[in-house]
Each structure stands twice: as structure tokens, then as C-alpha cells.
């Protein structure tokens, strides 16, 4: 049974991003929506098949992880840093809610945002090539357990940052570029050596790689690589949230 | 003696080389308006921020009704309300969301007597489904004040309550306290308003350079320090006392106009009435006026060195 004062907080925090639906829940849907039309459909034509499946196919996991990953890291890192701009994170410290709660509050409702976004992204795919899944648990599994360790380190960055700026060079700078060279849009067999070689390097590869075998049933590295290294992203995430958390770092004086 | 409601014991809180409190030791007794006062910068909001667990002491002990606020926050932060200085608001929600979501964050379940109770002792019913961006300063002060009342704290911090208020919601705010307080709730009040202090404070404690100069009950504290003042309007000028008054240290002011008698606190102006009634002196009008807390206040800081108090 969860208690009255953590779910309070989750609460709030996902009734803060459903009332604001257009700038969390739409904009992201018509990004994606946009990445996959133009990648999918204009340049799939000439690809043809990667993997053995349709190109516009092949990209679906990538951008339906993309949707989870920016909206589960923004999820947290924006309400954190509005709640220290606008002083009400002084309203959460005086508060007998213990740091295993805030956390779990705050990385809960990052992980609805997240899947939410992931969803819709999918349901859209899915109207134009099928919303068959090969592996549903694993798929959901995937998308969890990456929801959860960006809404960690969304947080981490939210406690971090000073300014908007700020929160914004993880997502623009890193998440960004990491996804786009992560095998969102093709697959790393395609890839002469030292490109590949770089593809295999990036955390986020494998990541994409999990998810498009819980969805299409291909997978460059196979089934648990993928799966393992976004638990272990978790497990360091969660870690180094509490303990930031625990220090009081930017937060108490 | 009963146990205090909120102690501190040597604590210390630095900021590098600078220190902010320098080993507080300081007892809130139950069921008082206890006022910090000091100058900018004396440590009073960082002494109950360490209370309300916003900022971690150095050194020493902090604890609430018997509770250690680090060892053992849960239970005194639920004891513990806190109005900020800085006034906050979350644009997300509405004046009852607000306060329904606070009472939660303590896991209590707010219930429609006391968020009536609440919204109509603050004057708040009325926007009670406003969101809290379209409130005046005044009214979102009021909400601060609600939103560390929700969950029925035995102490309430009040910092700097009535910074840039108006006249008519201080006096509304001051009631409300002075109710607070005959429910059973201790309020400890910083102000550097003395004005403040002076009309609220059942005891105050004067803090300067993050050490305490002197705790004392407000009316002893003025009784002790508050010197009295006598003054004579006359209705033509002199140009010399009689040695009987001079000899009580009065002086001439106002180029002879005014006869002007200083008495230590506790003494009686009995000689000097006596001594102008004998010099046949031309009175027009007489009036005493005593030390206020602010001229207390003052005197305390001019002498300034810690350990100077009583």
C-alpha cells in the first residue's frame, strides 16, 4: 500500500503534465509523427528493407524509445527546476516525506509521461504499418525500465541545473544526438567499421536494439544485451538520484 | 519546566569561512508567540530553516518536542509549519488544489470543515477554484500561511509574515496569530519589524552576527532596558534650572521652552514633579515617554558584543 503522501506527490506531478497536454502529450506526438513520415515513408521508399523488415517499419522502436526517453527525462527535469524557480520545492523539503518517496514520485510520473508518449507514438505507427508485436512483455519491459532510468536522470539534471538552459543541454546535446546515432534509423550491419564500431559504443544502440526485438523480433545484438544494460542505467541512475538526494546538494543549504 | 517545544543546543551553521550561527543555544517555550529579532543577516531565517529542515546545522542539536529534526525528521517536520519569507506558488493548480496537495505531502486527508475553516480564516473562499497565478501578493501570502497550517503543526515559523503587506491585512494577520496561539499552537515569529514584535511577542530573543544577545519575556525585557523620559512644555522660556532639578540631571531643551527629565528604568519621577513644582517653573504641558523595543532593540545592538545579555 503506498502512502497517502508519496502518491500525493505523483499525483500532482502527472495531473501538472496532463494540464499542459499540448507542450507534453501533442508536441512530441507531432515530432515523432513528422520523424517517421519524412524517414519513414519519403526515404523508406528507396531503402526498402532493412533486417528483413520494411524500412518505415524498422524505425518505429527507435522513435517510439525516443518518445519515452525525452519525455520521461523532460517529465522530471522541467518540475524540478520550476518547483526551485518558483520556491515551492521549499513546500516538498519541510515535508516528513522520506528521499525513497520523492524519488519514486517524481520517476513514477516521468514513467507514465514517458510510456504515454511512447503509446500514442506507436498507435500512430501502427495506422500505417501494422501494429503487430513480437514480443509485448519484453517490449514493455524495455520501455519501463528506460522510462524509469531518464526519469532518474532527469531528475538529477533538474536538481543540477540553475537555469532552463541548462536543463535543456542534456536532452539537445546528448539524449539527442546519442538517439540519432544509436541505429534509430538503420541498423549498425550498415555501418562501414569505425561507424559501427562507434554505434556499438553508444549505451543507446542497445536500448533501440531491446525494444525493436520486443516489437519486430530482430535484434542486432539479440534479446538481453539490450535489456540488461538499461537495467544496469537504471540501477546507477536511481542510485546516484538518491544519493544526490540524500546530500542535500542544491537543494538544502 | 515544561519541556520546550523547539531547542537548540550549540548550533553552528557555516558558509566556508563565514559563520551564520555561531553555537545557538535556545529554548521556545509552549505555547508563546516567540519573536527572533534581528538586524538583515543575523541568522534568524537560517536558524528556523535548520527547525524546518531546509538547511543542515554544522554542529550542535536541533530538536522539536523532544525529536532530533535530522535523526528523526519525520516526526518533527509533521509537528512543524513553516511560512516562508519568499512568497511561492505553483501555476499549476487552484488555491484548494494547492492546499489539498500540501495536507497530502504530510499524509493527512484534508477535510471539508477544516479547508472551509482555513480558506474563510484567511479570506481565501472566495478564490478558493482561482488558480494561484492570478492571486494579488496579499492573498498569496495568506495562502503560504494556509498551506503550513493544513496538517494542524503544534509550531508555526512565521518568517517575516507582514514584509510588504498593508496596514489593514497585518492587523487581519496579527488576529489570526493571536488565535493561533489561544488553540494551543507556539508561533515563533522573525521580524525585523519591532513594531511587529512589540504588539505579538509573549518573549523574544535578540540575535546579531548569529549569536543570541538576549532572551528574555517582552515586558521584563522593556521593564529592565526601557528607560523613561519626562518632559515639561513651559510657557515662556528660562534661561536657568534651580539646582534642585539640575542636581536630578534635568536639562533645557528648546531654547529654554522645555525642561527635560531621563529616569532609569524602575525609578520613580516623583523627586523631579516635586522639584519642578518648587521652582514655580511657568507648565504648560507634561508628558512621559518610555523606551519602545525598538529603542530596547537598538541599545542591545550598540552594545553590541555577544555575551553582553543578561
Known sequence: MIGLGPRTLFLKEVRRFLRVPGQTVLSPLVTTTLYFLVFGWSLGGRLKEVDGVPYARFIVPGLVMLGAVTNAFLNTSSSIMVMKLQGTMVDLLVSPLSYGEILAAFVGAAVVRGMMVASVVWLVAAAFTGAGLAHPLHAFCALALVAIAFGALGFLTGVWARTFEQVNFFPTFVITPLTFLGGVFYSAEMLPGPLRTLTLANPIYYMVDALRWGMLGRSGAGPWPGLAAVAALCAVSLAAALAVLRSGWRLRG | ?310
Do not use: C
Open chain 2, 1 to 310: 519546566m515544561e519541556a520546550p517545544v523547539v531547542s537548540w543546543r550549540g548550533v553552528t551553521k557555516r558558509y566556508g569561512d563565514v559563520a551564520a550561527l555561531d553555537g545557538v543555544d535556545l529554548d521556545v517555550p509552549r505555547g508563546e508567540i516567540f519573536a527572533l529579532l534581528g538586524p538583515n543577516g543575523a541568522g534568524k531565517t537560517t536558524l528556523i530553516s535548520i527547525v524546518a529542515g531546509l538547511v543542515r546545522a554544522t554542529a550542535g542539536t536541533t530538536t522539536v518536542l523532544g525529536h532530533d529534526v535530522v535523526a528523526d525528521y519525520r516526526a518533527t517536520r509533521r509537528a512543524v509549519g513553516l511560512v516562508p519569507q519568499e512568497i511561492n506558488f505553483d501555476p499549476f493548480f487552484t488555491v484548494e488544489e494547492t492546499l489539498r496537495i500540501q495536507a497530502g505531502y504530510f499524509g493527512v486527508r484534508l477535510s471539508s470543515d477544516r479547508l472551509e475553516e482555513i480558506l474563510h480564516a484567511l479570506d481565501l473562499a472566495s478564490k478558493r477554484h482561482a488558480n494561484t497565478r492570478a492571486l494579488s501578493g496579499g492573498m498569496k501570502r495568506r495562502l503560504l500561511i494556509g498551506k503550513a497550517l493544513v496538517h494542524e503543526p503544534s509550531v508555526l515559523f512565521l518568517d517575516e509574515p507582514t514584509a510588504g503587506v498593508d496596514v489593514q491585512l497585518r492587523q487581519a494577520l496579527w488576529a489570526y496569530v493571536r488565535t493561533l496561539r489561544s488553540r494551543g499552537t507556539t508561533i515563533v515569529l522573525t521580524t525585523h519589524y519591532l513594531e511587529e514584535a512589540e504588539e505579538l511577542a509573549d518573549r523574544v530573543a535578540v540575535i546579531a552576527g548569529g549569536r543570541i544577545l538576549v532572551v528574555e519575556e517582552k515586558v521584563r525585557l522593556l521593564e529592565r532596558h526601557a528607560a523613561k523620559t519626562l518632559r515639561v512644555a513651559l510657557s515662556a522660556p528660562v534661561a536657568s534650572l534651580p539646582p534642585s532639578l539640575l542636581a536630578l540631571g534635568a536639562r533645557l531643551e528648546d531654547g529654554g521652552l522645555a525642561v527635560s527629565v531621563a529616569a532609569p528604568p524602575g525609578a520613580s519621577f516623583g523627586p523631579a514633579l516635586s522639584a519642578l513644582a518648587g521652582a514655580g517653573l511657568p507648565v504648560r504641558d507634561v508628558e512621559t515617554r518610555r523606551m519602545r523595543l525598538e529603542d530596547v532593540f537598538v541599545s542591545l545592538l550598540k552594545q553590541g558584543e555577544p555575551g553582553d545579555g543578561p
